[in-house]
């Protein structure tokens, strides 16, 4: 069964860092998403993306965020000026209507 | 706005014995509702789903949930656990049936004792 992919499956960084976290989505899907988890809390959508361009986003998702179809496979989430509040689980997740399927994760960790 | 609330944050059950892990939710408008589960060291699986039509759903692996639309819930079941079935388990909701944006519970960590 096709899945999405992700990588790095953890990441450290430095506050105040770059990081580029990559899903590799279902190759028909059309819909895009990011979500994150901080350890202890919710699940909490940041993003939704479809034909090229954000569809919907969360308060959360300022713009230290952004989000990129680089080409026809990749989807990234970059986060420009890291804080150690992002430390968090990133999930990536891609649809074409129901359900979302979602990729295995990246820890990142900001020091 | 939505919100789900899932009443415990550990459930520890024996093997072969019953579970039920709690969802309750807010919305002032119609809802989907699902329940997505985390296999340790995996990324979140739809268990199951409520889109319309019977309140009763229910999964390939022996789970179901029942829709409760006077109570607000969506309750998760199962009448005998294995040790396979220890896992996170997460309650959502979302206002499209497309599922695009889902609101999630804290989750609910279900450990099987054998």
């Known amino acids: 069964e096709p899945e999405v992919t992700q990588t790095p499956s953890h990441q450290v960084t430095q506050m105040g860092q770059e990081v580029i976290l990559r899903c590799v989505p279902i190759?028909?899907?059309?819909?895009f998403y990011w979500y994150r988890q901080i350890l202890g809390q919710k699940v909490e959508f940041l993003v939704s993306?479809?034909?090229?361009?954000?569809?919907?986003k969360s308060e959360i998702f300022d713009d230290q965020f952004s989000v990129e179809r680089p080409d026809g496979s990749n989807f990234t989430l970059k986060i420009r000026s890291t804080k150690l509040e992002d430390s968090a689980m990133y999930f990536c997740?891609?649809?074409?209507?129901?359900?979302?399927?979602f990729g295995n994760g990246t820890r990142l960790t900001v020091t | 706005a939505q919100s789900v609330t899932q009443l415990d944050s550990q459930v520890p059950v024996f093997e072969e014995a019953p579970v039920e892990l709690r969802c309750n939710y807010s919305?002032?408008?119609?809802?989907?509702l699902f329940w997505y589960v985390q296999y340790p060291n995996q990324g979140l699986q739809l268990l199951l789903k409520?889109?319309?039509?019977?309140?009763l759903v229910e999964s390939i692996n022996g789970f179901e949930a029942e829709f409760n639309k006077s109570q607000t819930s969506f309750h998760l079941r199962k009448p005998s656990v294995h040790i396979s079935d220890t896992a996170e388990y997460f309650c959502?909701?979302?206002?499209?049936?497309?599922?695009?944006?889902?609101?999630f519970g804290q989750g609910t960590r279900l450990t099987i004792n054998p």
């Open positions: 997740a891609s649809s074409n209507s129901s359900p979302l399927h």
């Open positions: 190759s028909n899907h059309l819909y």
């Open positions: 919305s002032s408008v119609s809802v989907y």
């Open positions: 993306f479809y034909n090229n361009e954000i569809s919907e």
């Open positions: 409520y889109l319309s039509g019977s309140t």
């Open positions: 959502a909701v979302s206002v499209n049936q497309g599922a695009q944006k889902l609101v």
